[in-house]
């Protein structure tokens, strides 16, 4: 069974919203600090929200106001709600849980008209 399972990607048009999940098992969740990160083509991955075990969340400048990070203790999931998409967000997404060091396969996001 794969830890991290991503899912929600897709092709959507520039201001366009998008919703990501990641389903996580075989961790301890709830002590986890989870987060987001991006690949673009040619780029090193990034980091694009995090939100702590109690609930606390950051994100990149590049991405404040735009994505919003949740999760839920009780399902073992965590969501990335983007909105007002724009073409530069393009990259396979990657979930990431600290505790043991497991990332998710990635879901490829595509911004374009």
């Known amino acids: 069974q794969v830890p991290l399972v991503e899912s929600g990607g897709g092709l959507v048009q520039p201001g366009g919203s998008l919703r990501l999940s990641c389903a996580a098992s075989r961790i301890t969740f709830s002590l986890n600090h989870m987060a987001w990160y991006r690949q673009a083509p040619g780029k090193e991955r990034e980091l694009v929200a995090r939100i702590s075990s109690g609930g606390n969340t950051n994100y990149a400048d590049s991405v404040k106001g735009r994505f919003t990070i949740s999760r839920d203790n009780a399902k073992n999931t965590i969501n990335l709600q983007m909105n007002s998409l724009k073409p530069e967000d393009t990259a396979v997404y990657y979930c990431?849980?600290?505790?043991?060091?497991?990332w998710g396969q990635g879901t490829q996001v595509t911004v374009s008209s």
């Open positions: 990431y849980a600290p505790l043991p060091n497991f």
